[in-house]
Nanobody, 115 residues
Framework: QVQLVESGGGLVQPGGSLRLSCAAS????????MNWYRQAPGKQRELVAT???????NYADSVKGRFTISRDNAKNTVYLQMNSLKPEDTAVYYC?????????WGQGTQVTVSS
């Protein structure tokens, strides 16, 4: 079966960094676009970053210049490097594998930015 397993979340001080990982299994990883979403308490889930199967990237305005998405097709893994973290980045971060007719989600990993 398909599994997307996120890791790397935690508690970090403002200005700090974290790297999230999402390991995929049960899919042909290289043909999927991969996304990172986040959902803060009381808010809708929002798209944070995308990397296409060709390696093109796109970011929400709120994270541009601070977050970097990357993928390693040999390891079936997508990453989100998060620098200069702010309290408003606090959320559960979800990995998503996307094709036009299908998609899969991970279980999420909590990121808390607080002093």
């Amino acid at each position: 079966q398909v599994q997307l397993v996120e890791s790397g979340g935690g508690l970090v001080q403002p200005g700090g960094s974290l790297r999230l990982s999402c390991a995929a299994s049960g899919i042909i990883f290289r043909i999927y676009a991969m996304n990172w979403y986040r959902q803060a308490p009381g808010k809708q889930r929002e798209l944070v970053a995308t990397i296409t199967n060709g390696g093109s990237t796109n970011y929400a305005d709120s994270v541009k210049g601070r977050f970097t998405i990357s993928r390693d097709n040999a390891k079936n893994t997508v990453y989100l490097q998060m620098n200069s973290l702010k309290p408003e980045d606090t959320a559960v971060y979800y990995c998503n594998a996307h094709r036009p007719t299908t998609g899969y989600w991970g279980q999420g990993t909590q990121v808390t930015v607080s002093s």
